[in-house]
Nanobody
Framework: QVQLVESGGGLVQAGGSLRLSCAAS????????MAWFRQAPGKEREFVAA????????YYADSVKGRFTISRDNAKNMVYLQMNSLKPEDTAVYYC?????????????????WGQGTQVTVSS
């Protein structure tokens, strides 16, 4: 049974930082592309960042480029999202996703497994 468990969310002031973590189990982690998506109240889920199986390639949404960094540790089956210079518009539930896709993608349909999400709230 595949499980993705996010942690690290919380309340932070604008300009602050948070580091999200996602622990994966029940899948061959090193064979999975990983991604972070988010969903704000009343909005559709949107792509944030993705990382290739080896970690050698990353891809970011324009809205977070230069502020967020995705990384992974294949030895620990973990993926991370370092979020700096947070803005109120970053407020959302953040989801970790895993996919057997060969290439990293911003499309939610490319990912097969999803976590339950962790809330990030940025106050102004």
């Amino acid at each position: 049974q595949v499980q993705l468990v996010e942690s690290g969310g919380g309340l932070v002031q604008a300009g602050g930082s948070l580091r999200l973590s996602c622990a994966a189990s029940g899948l061959t982690f090193s064979s999975s592309a990983m991604a972070w998506f988010r969903q704000a109240p009343g909005k559709e889920r949107e792509f944030v960042a993705a990382i290739s199986r080896s970690g050698g390639n990353t891809y970011y949404a324009d809205s977070v480029k230069g502020r967020f960094t995705i990384s992974r540790d294949n030895a620990k089956n973990m993926v991370y999202l370092q979020m700096n210079s947070l803005k109120p518009e970053d407020t959302a539930v953040y989801y970790c996703a895993a996919g057997r896709t060969l290439f990293i993608s911003s499309a939610s349909t490319a990912y097969d497994y999803w976590g339950q999400g962790t809330q990030v709230t940025v106050s102004s």
